[in-house]
């Protein structure tokens, strides 16, 4: 499994979810952009989102499945959004990011600073081989985030996953330890 961490980088501060975020996560969880591209539970409840910030997301960690952050504001603490990973696979060193940025935090770079500070860890302190992201091929904000996080696009999974409107195509992406490249490490730009 993946250690317990907290990680820094210029604005963010990302650590475990724990019951102060309960009410920002129902929030963000309810909000229709959430709803429309993640498959949540709705309507999003405060017993769904007590159950994911003290219990769902922490048993993601312990069964080796992943790791999930609650991304956090360095200066006021306020919830801004949560980044993680699932569907690890620890022999071939290679797991699948997702994310959701609160509505109050959304169009500030909040997901694409979030994501390469949690790829950087993965790819260099971690040393996996492989971080994937998928996106269905009509949330264009979610692809711009891995165009910007330095995700390469290697192609589109038909009919690979669900919403609530229906069946979706998804579009793989890919970030190696290479594509890093010399580029700033963000948990050191504090
Ligand atoms: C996708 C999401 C996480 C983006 O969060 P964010 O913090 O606002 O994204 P960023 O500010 O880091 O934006 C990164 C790029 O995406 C683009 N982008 C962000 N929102 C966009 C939108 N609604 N439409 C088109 N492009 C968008 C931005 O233009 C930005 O590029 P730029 O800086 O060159 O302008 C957020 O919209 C969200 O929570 N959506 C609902 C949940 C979801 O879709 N999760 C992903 C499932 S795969």
């Known amino acids: 499994m993946f250690p317990e ?7 963010l ?3 475990a979810f724990g019951t102060r975020d309960i009410p920002d996560t129902r929030a963000s969880c309810s909000d229709s952009l959430t709803q429309r591209w993640l498959p949540l539970p709705r309507p999003y409840t405060l017993d769904d989102a007590t159950a994911w910030c003290t219990t769902t997301a922490h048993a993601m960690r312990d069964s080796g499945d992943g790791i999930q952050f ?5 200066g006021t603490k306020r919830l ?3 980044v993680g990973l ?3 696979d620890w022999r071939a060193l290679v797991s699948e990011v997702g994310y959701w940025v609160s509505p109050w935090a959304r169009g500030h770079g909040i997901a694409v600073e979030a994501t390469r500070t949690l790829a950087h860890w993965l790819l260099i ?3 996996f081989q492989r971080m994937e992201l ?6 264009t904000a979610s692809q711009a985030v891995a165009l910007k996080a330095g995700f390469h696009r290697e192609g589109t999974l038909r009919n690979a996953g669900f ?7 998804l579009v793989l992406f890919s970030l190696l330890p290479g594509d890093l490249g010399s580029s700033t490490d963000p948990t050191k730009t504090r």
Request: aromatic share 2%.
């Open 163 to 169: 919403v609530y409107g229906g069946r979706v195509d």
């Open 125 to 127: 302190n971690q040393r």
């Open 70 to 74: 609650a991304i956090t504001d360095a």
């Open 5 to 11: 961490t907290v990680l820094h980088s210029r604005r």
């Open 13 to 15: 501060v990302l650590r």
């Open 80 to 82: 801004m959004g949560q």
């Open 86 to 88: 699932k569907k690890t």
């Open 134 to 139: 998928r996106a269905a091929t009509e949330n």
